[in-house]
């Protein structure tokens, strides 16, 4: 294989590589190249791939271990890939407003390697938004004060036994039971590969800063959730099938858009553990 492709897809985030066809196997420098793309950028984007289950969990043991996602359905005898399905029928789809995976776990997963098996006709496009940009253009003042907070993060609003989101879904979700652990994180992490800093509260699972009421919180909140959406700091990924997107939970959201009512959507999912955030 020749050198790795690495081609920004906006001024805001995610690179598309090309030359790559991961079904193939890959040296050890043609995946190091693919993780520093990934690590220098947060987000990496490939077409055209054509894996079987095993060789997307290979490639994504290479990242480091798997997490297993507790409340997803799973893909057919692979108990590591979760099924990110929105049936034809259905009406709610996963991953449908700006979040960052896995923040209510005290060491949240690195990140995702998502893999398209199924794409509707028009629409389930992912948009991508950047937390290192959307802490950079922060004013000084703020970042101050921001780097002395932290905030408090939660599964049971989303996943829990009484979540509207969980109910909405219709029992696909499992163990709806163990979403009752909150976690705690700085609201500015430095990023533990890159050295960078960024935001890191989100949409869907911050639930208030640490020492002030979700009312009191609110406001700032709004604001930081305005700011980092501003379309600047977004990308829009179009999918087809054998796309990948991989992901970095520590300085990305997402926001799976659910714009294809009528249509099937099927996406594999593989979640890679991380490490203490600070
Ligand atoms: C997710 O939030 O993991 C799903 C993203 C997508 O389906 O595009």
């Not at 693919?34 to 690590?39: G, N």
């Amino acid at each position: 294989m020749s050198a790795i492709e690495i081609r920004p897809v906006s001024g805001g985030v995610g690179v598309e590589l090309g030359n790559v066809d991961i079904g193939q196997g890959l040296s050890d420098a043609e995946f190091k190249a693919i993780q520093q793309a990934f690590i220098d950028n947060g987000l990496v984007f490939l077409h055209g791939q054509s894996l079987s289950p095993e060789q997307h969990i290979e490639f994504a043991e290479r990242f480091g271990e798997i997490n297993v996602n507790r409340f997803f359905p799973k893909v057919d005898g692979y108990e590591k890939i979760a099924a990110v399905v929105k049936e034809k029928d259905q009406k709610v789809n996963i991953g449908g407003g700006w979040h960052t995976d896995h923040s209510y776990d005290q060491i949240p997963a690195m990140g995702s390697i998502l893999l398209a098996r199924e794409t509707p006709p028009v629409g389930g496009d992912t948009l991508f938004a950047c937390m290192y940009k959307a802490y950079e253009s922060l004013s000084d003042g703020l970042k101050k004060t921001l780097e002395g907070m932290n905030a408090v993060h939660s599964s049971r609003h989303v996943f829990g036994d009484q979540a509207e989101y969980q109910k909405s879904l219709d029992d696909r979700l499992s163990n709806t039971e163990l979403a009752t652990q909150d976690a705690v994180h700085p609201v500015v992490i430095t990023h533990p590969e890159s050295g960078r800093k960024a935001l890191y509260v989100n949409p869907g699972f911050t639930i208030h800063f640490e020492g002030w009421s979700a009312a009191e919180s609110k406001p700032l909140l709004d604001y930081l959730y305005h700011h980092a959406t501003l379309m600047e700091h977004t990308t829009r990924f179009k999918w087809a099938e054998g796309s990948i997107a991989i992901w970095d939970n520590r300085c990305t959201w997402h926001y799976a858009l659910n714009d294809y009512h009528g249509a099937r959507r099927e996406m594999h999912r593989i979640t890679v553990e991380g490490s203490p955030l600070n």
